[in-house]
């Protein structure tokens, strides 16, 4: 039987813009957007315009997608998904949680994956290529 307080319960949390680092894996937990919202009664009387504010909204996100961090300028933060794409998030409007360092290396660790193999091909045409080069000069002489 296991016992309650044997479970270690590992927990995402919320971290500031400012202690966001270089290879942190963080996933967005909520996205605030801005509009313009009109005033209650406003531009209601003849002559007078309507009065506007914005307004925030603040959203959860359909999916968790983890992201590694690239790079950090704030505002922005240059991330890449698990699929090695790159992109830059505004921390002013989406809120990052840092995923705990074992589990970030885990979901991480198919992009690393491939880029292993994506170098390993690489290296490889590069050596096929030399192998090439090296057979035409030979045959020129």
């Known amino acids: 039987m296991v016992i309650a307080s044997e479970i270690e319960v590992q927990t ?31 531009g ?34 240059l991330v890449e998904d698990a699929d090695g794409e790159e992109s830059l998030v505004d921390v002013r409007l989406k809120e990052l949680g840092r995923l705990p360092p074992a589990m970030g290396v885990r979901v991480m660790r198919r992009l690393d994956e491939r880029r292993l193999d994506e170098r390993r091909r690489e290296e490889a045409a590069q050596r096929a290529a030399e192998k090439t080069d090296a057979v035409s000069c030979e045959g020129a002489d």
């Open 12 to 42: 995402v949390r919320a971290v500031a813009p400012e202690d966001v680092r270089e290879g942190d894996v963080v996933v967005v937990l909520h996205e605030i957007d801005q509009i313009l919202g009109r005033v209650g009664g406003s």
């Open 44 to 77: 209601e009387t003849p002559g007078t315009l309507p009065e506007f504010k914005v307004v925030r909204a603040r959203s959860m996100p359909h999916f968790l997608r983890p992201l590694r961090v690239l790079a950090v300028a704030l505002p922005v933060v």
